[in-house]
């Protein structure tokens, strides 16, 4: 009998192989695990014919994996409460600054700038804006022994005032204002600061030297430029990268933490709560990355890739436009547009950038506006700010503006 269940064992186990693999069009091959499920065939003695029962080992199923995104903890983040006081004026002075390279390369430029002035100076007269305009270089070289203030005098031959951090002016006065007289010709002629300027160009340093108190007290070459609860807006015009990052002012910083520093001492430096802090940097858009990263104080050499502007873009909000491109029209439109805005009561920065747009909630005077409606407000991603529409705008002077976000610390 021992004989018996052993060869119809066997023989049932052949032909039931032979019927998964004849029984289908597909060809399998067979694993241990089949063999193992073979070996659970019976046969009953009892029967006559002897009957075969067959079971098999339930298939084996595979472990599900779930995949989960887990978010940044809660505590990354922090709620923002950001209060405004909208001025009763319609209006607040606009104090704005170009700060133009004056290397050997910018020749063309330095002549777009100065041709792009006329429309966008008169967009300030037609809607009554009260502004300063003034001019300062890249270059921050020292000033301090007579060889060094000699060197100066040559290079900026036909100016009457200059120097790192102060405003430029082939004129007795310091910067333009409405009534100065041939205000156009004098921009011009001003926006032309030549190209003996050093070739470590930095606009970052020009404008966090300019703003030392030392510079705006009596006497200072800045005197009088800065206004109480002014917006102060910086154009920085240059075909190559910044070379603040790694000298002195931010040694040991990262790009974005040098960025930060110079930004927050702009803001410092307007007094009066509703002053405002606006940057807009021209640079060539279209260089190519270098190939590794540079080595910072960069001191020789062209670098035109922007990489300090563009890594500052994002996180303080500084949009950038193409030197290489007809950037007179972005003077003349997108720039004028976004400093008359601030000037109007109209556009409001908001001092972090939300991390959830869903949870952004603007009021005045505990009344909530609907975003984008066309009597409420809307946000501007780039320039990371609030923009009043309609009758939020119509009604918002004198009142409380409270904008509450969400953002990451």
Not at 197 to 214: F, H, K, Q, V, Y
Not at 235 to 244: A, C, F, K, P
Request: aromatic share 8%; net charge neutral; hydrophobic share 40%.
């Amino acid at each position: 009998m021992d004989d018996k269940r052993y060869f119809y064992k066997h023989l049932t186990a052949a032909a039931l192989m032979m019927t998964l693999v004849t029984g289908c069009n597909e060809q399998y091959a067979f694993t241990p695990n089949v063999a193992d499920q073979l070996d659970a065939v019976q046969v009953d003695p009892t029967t006559s014919p002897p009957v075969v029962v067959v079971t098999t080992a339930p298939p084996t199923i595979p472990p599900v994996v779930i995949v989960t995104t887990t978010p940044p903890p809660s505590s990354l983040y922090e709620d923002v409460v950001q209060e405004i006081s909208v001025p009763l004026d319609r209006t607040r002075p606009a104090d704005i600054v170009f700060v133009i390279d004056n290397s050997g390369s910018m020749s063309d430029e330095q002549q777009k700038v100065a041709a792009s002035f006329n429309k966008f100076i008169s967009q300030f007269h037609v809607r009554d804006i009260d502004y300063h305009i003034g001019v300062m270089t890249t270059d921050i070289s020292s000033m301090q022994s007579a060889r060094e203030i000699s060197s100066w005098k040559s290079k900026m031959s036909g100016f009457k005032r200059y120097g790192p951090g102060c405003l430029t002016s082939r004129y007795d006065e310091a910067y333009l204002t409405k009534n100065s007289p041939d205000l156009v010709n004098r921009f011009n002629n001003n926006a032309k600061v030549g190209l003996r300027g050093a070739g470590d160009e930095t606009g970052l340093g020009a404008i966090s030297r300019a703003i030392d108190p030392a510079k705006f007290a009596v006497g200072g070459c800045n005197e009088g430029f800065l206004r109480a609860g002014s917006v102060l807006s910086v154009i920085y015009v240059s075909d190559e990268d910044d070379t603040l990052v790694g000298r002195a002012e931010c040694a040991g910083l990262s790009i974005l933490d040098c960025g930060q520093k110079v930004s927050q001492s702009l803001k410092s430096a307007v007094s009066g709560q509703d002053a405002e802090v606006r940057q807009y940097a021209i640079v060539d858009l279209k260089a190519r990355a270098p190939s590794k990263p540079l080595k910072r104080p960069i001191t020789t050499g062209f670098f035109a890739y922007p990489e300090v502007f563009r890594t500052l873009s994002q996180p303080l909000a500084i949009p950038l436009f193409s030197i290489v491109e007809d950037f007179g029209v972005a003077i003349q439109q997108q720039i004028a547009s976004s400093i008359l805005k601030a000037a109007e009561n109209r556009t409001f920065s908001l001092n972090k950038r939300p991390s959830d747009l869903t949870k952004l909630k603007v009021s005045l005077n505990g009344e909530l506006l609907i975003r984008g409606d066309a009597n409420g407000f809307v946000y501007d991603d780039a320039a990371n700010l609030i923009e009043l529409r309609g009758l939020a705008l119509a009604e918002s002077a004198g009142k409380r503006l409270v904008i509450e976000f969400t953002a990451l610390k």
